[in-house]
């Protein structure tokens, strides 16, 4: 559609809900969903079942007063980490494995504690510690190259550079040799006939 266009419906609605998150159903993951007053579950994505768009859906956590309305909800790995706040500002990180994984239709277990009128705000997925440490700093840029950092690429080895060297040569086009004119030979002059001696002649006395 355009950028001007109302759109269609994604899901119908019931008097005083709202949609307040949305998420990519990606195999062999879960549906974290987290509430106002601190609770939470997670719920293995094939137990939602593919329906047409514009329906009414299905139970995903049943909505009490003791776990108050719904915040959010992420799809997660058991490896990710989440990030809890607060409107309060109080925030709790904990690992995903550590929310027990329920049902659809269950209230969820406390994820943090919130007192008095706090309410809790928002939750988002973090790296989780273990890739955080293991991390390298990046290497400083050199000044030398404007400040571009330039990979070094690896020096072929000796058996690659011959072989690289008798593809290009045979690749490459055979100079003809160029025809070579020989003068003819010169031919020799007929030796001069020797003169014939004339007799001597005698003088008259």
Same mark, same amino acid.
Request: proline share 8%; net charge positive; hydrophobic share 35%.
């Given at each position: 559609?355009?950028?001007?266009?109302?759109?269609?419906?994604?899901?119908?609605?019931?008097?005083?809900?709202?949609?307040?998150?949305?998420?990519?159903?990606?195999?062999?993951?879960?549906?974290?969903?987290?509430?106002?007053?601190?609770?939470?579950?997670?719920?293995?994505?094939?137990?939602?079942?593919?329906?047409?768009?514009?329906?009414?859906?299905?139970?995903?956590?049943?909505?009490?007063?003791?776990?108050?309305?719904?915040?959010?909800?992420?799809?997660?790995?058991?490896?990710?980490?989440?990030?809890?706040?607060?409107?309060?500002?109080?925030?709790?990180?904990?690992?995903?494995?550590?929310?027990?994984?329920?049902?659809?239709?269950?209230?969820?277990?406390?994820?943090?504690?919130?007192?008095?009128?706090?309410?809790?705000? +928002?939750?988002?997925? %973090?790296?989780? @510690?273990? =890739?955080?440490?293991?991390? !390298? $700093?990046?290497?400083? &840029?050199? #000044?030398?190259?404007?400040?571009?950092?330039?990979?070094?690429?690896?020096?072929?080895? +000796?058996?690659?550079? %011959?072989?690289? @060297?008798? =593809?290009?040569?045979?690749? !490459? $086009?055979?100079?003809? &040799?160029? #025809?070579?004119?020989?003068?003819?030979?010169?031919?020799?002059?007929?030796?001069?006939?020797?003169?014939?001696?004339?007799?001597?002649?005698? =003088?008259?006395?």
């Amino acid at each position: 559609m355009g950028r001007s266009a109302r759109g269609v419906r994604g899901i119908r609605l019931g008097k005083g809900d709202e949609v307040i998150a949305m998420g990519l159903a990606e195999p062999k993951t879960e549906l974290l969903t987290v509430t106002t007053l601190g609770f939470g579950k997670r719920s293995p994505i094939e137990e939602y079942r593919i329906q047409s768009r514009g329906g009414k859906g299905i139970i995903n956590i049943k909505v009490t007063k003791k776990n108050g309305g719904v915040v959010g909800a992420k799809t997660v790995a058991d490896q990710d980490e989440l990030m809890l706040l607060s409107q309060e500002g109080m925030m709790v990180r904990c690992p995903v494995k550590d929310v027990r994984s329920t049902g659809r239709a269950t209230q969820g277990v406390r994820l943090i504690n919130i007192k008095g009128k706090d309410r809790l705000a +928002s939750v988002a997925c %973090v790296v989780p @510690k273990e =890739k955080e440490e293991g991390e !390298e $700093p990046p290497k400083p &840029a050199d #000044p030398g190259n404007g400040g571009l950092e330039i990979a070094s690429s690896p020096k072929p080895s +000796s058996a690659e550079t %011959v072989e690289q @060297k008798a =593809k290009r040569l045979s690749q !490459e $086009p055979v100079a003809e &040799a160029a #025809p070579v004119t020989r003068k003819p030979a010169a031919t020799a002059k007929p030796a001069a006939k020797p003169k014939s001696a004339k007799p001597a002649q005698r =003088k008259k006395r």
